[in-house]
């Protein structure tokens, strides 16, 4: 079974960085797609971003494109989020999720079968 957790979260001003790992153990997730996701206070959880096994596909929600940066390293089982240019609307929690089905790529939480129990980032203005 496989068991994310992720950490690198914390509170920052507006305009500030922050890298997010998420570190896989109890399995390997070299032939999963990773996402990133998030929910924000009083909101629904929404996807942030994506990457392939191998990470030649990458995606990110229109909100964060251009600020952060997807990536990973199947011999350390981790996967990165470098967040830039923070703004306080990127406040919530963020969730590490590795995609069920091997080989297969996909935004939609539901086909996401592994979760972390998220890392809180808050950006004050």
């Known amino acids: 079974q496989v068991q994310l957790v992720e950490s690198g979260g914390g509170l920052v001003q507006v305009g500030g960085s922050l890298r997010l790992t998420c570190v896989a153990s109890g399995g390997t997730i070299k032939n999963n797609a990773m996402g990133w996701f998030r929910r924000a206070p009083g909101k629904e959880r929404e996807f942030v971003s994506y990457i392939s096994w191998s990470s030649r596909d990458i995606d990110y929600a229109d909100f964060v494109k251009g600020r952060f940066t997807i990536s990973r390293d199947n011999t350390k089982n981790t996967v990165y989020l470098q967040m830039s240019n923070l703004k306080p609307e990127d406040t919530g929690v963020y969730y590490c999720?590795?995609?069920?089905?091997?080989?297969?790529?996909?935004?939609?939480?539901?086909?996401?079968?592994?979760w972390g129990r998220g890392t809180q980032v808050t950006v004050s203005s």
């Open positions: 999720a590795a995609v069920q089905r091997s080989w297969f790529l996909t935004i939609r939480s539901q086909e996401y079968g592994y």
